[in-house]
């Protein structure tokens, strides 16, 4: 059963830095068709953070280009999501999610409040 586990939230200032962390199991992240991150703020849609498609090219939301960087630790089996510069706009929660060629599959969800 392929189960996914974020850490790494909390509550942070605008302007600072964090960095989230995605456990998989059940599969393996190197061998993902595509593996990411996506948001959800209150009262609005799940949206695309970033993404790694296909072993290595990644996709980022224009907004956060140059303040986030998505990787993968193979030998963890986990996907990282380094943020800075947060706004209190990207107050979220923050969705890890991978597709394995044949499922989607997503993890709980850690919130990430950004105070002014």
């Known amino acids: 059963q392929v189960q996914l586990v974020e850490s790494g939230g909390g509550l942070v200032q605008a302007g600072g830095s964090l960095t989230l962390s995605c456990a998989v199991s059940?599969?393996?992240?190197?061998?993902?068709?595509?593996i990411g991150w996506y948001r959800q703020a209150p009262g609005k849609q799940r949206e695309l953070v970033a993404t790694?498609?296909?072993?290595?090219?990644?996709n980022y939301k224009d907004s956060v280009k140059g303040r986030f960087t998505i990787s993968r630790d193979n030998t963890k089996n986990t996907v990282d999501l380094q943020m800075s510069s947060l706004k209190p706009e990207e107050t979220a929660v923050y969705y890890c999610?991978?597709?394995?060629?044949?499922?989607?599959?997503w993890g709980q969800g850690t919130q990430v409040p950004v105070s002014s």
């Open positions: 059940g599969t393996t992240t190197s061998s993902s068709k595509r």
């Open positions: 790694i498609i296909s072993g290595s090219s990644t």
């Open positions: 999610t991978i597709y394995t060629g044949l499922q989607n599959y």
